[in-house]
């Protein structure tokens, strides 16, 4: 008996969390929504890029997926592009800066691994 007690509050707890979970939208004013799609992304992020060019300007993808190899996976959409550093165990020191705390740590814990 006491188990469907509490076996019943759960689901009436559940559900009533359920339905207090809302969406919530925030108030955007019409200057600011007329952003979307010159400097800002459809989703309201900033297009362009940093100064140091380590995050580039977005751009939309292409709408067609790509080629698809032998094994039916997507080719890489960004083969072409060239890697302008790889942060390792051994250089993470180099490119602190490039990391959040808990990125650098995880190279301190795990170096031959991370």
Known sequence: MKMKITKGLLQVG???LS???TSVM???SDAEAAKLGTTLT???A???GNAANTIPAW???PTNAGAVDDKGFLANPYASEKAQFTITAQNVDQYKDKLAPGQYA???RYPDTY
């Open 14 to 16: 559940v559900l009533g």
């Open 19 to 21: 339905l207090l979970a």
């Open 26 to 28: 925030a108030a955007v």
């Open 42 to 44: 459809p989703m309201g």
């Open 46 to 48: 900033e297009k362009a």
């Open 59 to 61: 751009s939309p993808m």
């Open 106 to 108: 995880m190279f301190k």
